[in-house]
């Protein structure tokens, strides 16, 4: 499956910014879809995953209550709505995809997108 990712840029603190990912390939309906985020000199870190149907959601502690993951299996598309924004949430974010199912950094999606960047200022 490939993954596009879009909606980055340059937002103010305490600010909204929603991040896009389309996928093209194969049965978008059969994966679960998700969000890893990388900051500047820092690890990869989980973010946020949905499962195929979107009845199932998950996120890291450090965005629950200001993100919000959702799907739209018509348009291939999965969105990340982020809310109240901090400058350490600055980072590159990764669109991914697996057909399995993951609760938190132990999953390991097996498709990446390129990446988008936001960038909070303060």
């Known amino acids: 499956v490939q993954l596009q990712a879009s909606g980055g840029g340059l937002v103010q603190a305490g600010g909204s910014q929603r991040l896009s990912c389309t996928a093209s390939?194969?049965?978008?309906?059969?994966?679960?879809m998700g969000w890893f985020r990388q900051a500047p000199g820092k690890e990869r870190e989980f973010v946020a995953i949905?499962?195929?149907?979107?009845?199932?959601?998950y996120y890291a502690d450090s965005v629950k209550g200001r993100f919000t993951i959702s799907r739209d299996n018509a348009k291939n598309t999965v969105y990340l709505q982020m809310n109240s924004l901090k400058p350490e949430d600055t980072a590159v974010y990764y669109c991914?995809?697996?057909?399995?199912?993951?609760?938190?950094?132990?999953?390991?999606?097996?498709?990446w997108g390129q990446g988008t960047l936001v960038t909070v200022s303060s």
């Open positions: 390939g194969r049965t978008f309906s059969n994966y679960a």
């Open positions: 949905i499962s195929w149907s979107g009845g199932s959601t």
């Open positions: 991914t995809a697996d057909r399995l199912m993951g609760y938190g950094s132990s999953w390991s999606p097996g498709y």
